[in-house]
Nanobody
Framework: QVQLVESGGGLVQAGGSLRLSCAAS????????MGWFRQAPGKEREFVAT????????YYTASVKGRFTISRDNAKNTVYLQMNSLKPEDTAVYYC????????????????WGQGTQVTVSS
């Protein structure tokens, strides 16, 4: 079992930045690939970014590539999502998730999920 708790969401103007954090507890954090997802009102949950469990390989959805950076600190059991140049269309609840697999994992079928943190970008 892995427990995930996101933090760092909030209200920001377009063009601004936020840094989301996701603290993990339970089994060994480095066993898990980690992902960030988001869900806007009336839309399905979508993949945002993922990072492999030890090599630090990353993958991003096209709409955030070049603006968002996913990273992890296995010593702190934490994964981050640095979000720059935010746009109103980035407004959503952001979730982190974990899956016990190697490599980058581009799917919504992760095993463990956090409760989400709201990000609102005003125009």
């Amino acid at each position: 079992q892995v427990q995930l708790v996101e933090s760092g969401g909030g209200l920001v103007q377009a063009g601004g930045s936020l840094r989301l954090s996701c603290a993990a507890s339970g089994r060994t954090f480095s066993y898990y690939a980690m992902g960030w997802f988001r869900q806007a009102p009336g839309k399905e949950r979508e993949f945002v970014a993922t990072i492999s469990r030890s090599e630090g390989n990353t993958y991003y959805t096209a709409s955030v590539k070049g603006r968002f950076t996913i990273s992890r600190d296995n010593a702190k059991n934490t994964v981050y999502l640095q979000m720059n140049s935010l746009k109103p269309e980035d407004t959503a609840v952001y979730y982190c998730a974990a899956i016990e697999r190697s490599g980058v994992v581009v799917t919504t079928k992760y095993t463990y999920w956090g409760q989400g943190t709201q990000v609102t970008v005003s125009s």
